[in-house]
């Protein structure tokens, strides 16, 4: 286990945090442990999906698209 020293948060932003791990019922320790952890795994899928994209390409799109049936949808599934 890794201890962040001289990390310096705004006060308001700690006491915010404090609410938040009280509310969950966890310590800030493991609040913010679990911030880091989302925030990497966040960086991790954008430069996964940037390599998908690389893959990617307009025809392959529109040949899946052109599979997908010409058909009003399901009164429960509609937009309007």
């Known amino acids: 286990m890794t201890t962040l020293d001289g990390i310096k948060v705004p006060e308001s932003l700690m006491k915010y945090v404090r609410q938040l791990a009280e509310r969950d019922g966890i310590t800030v320790d493991q609040f913010v442990a679990s911030a880091i952890a989302e925030k990497a795994s966040s ?3 954008i430069e996964y999906l940037k390599e998908r994209a690389k893959r990617g390409s307009r025809d392959k799109f ?12 399901d009164p429960w599934d509609r937009l309007d």
């Not at 529109?62 to 949808?73: D, G, I, M, R």
Request: overall charge negative; charged content about 25%; proline content about 13%.
């Open 43 to 45: 960086w991790d899928s």
């Open 62 to 73: 529109l040949e899946a698209l052109s599979k997908v049936p010409s058909v009003e949808p």
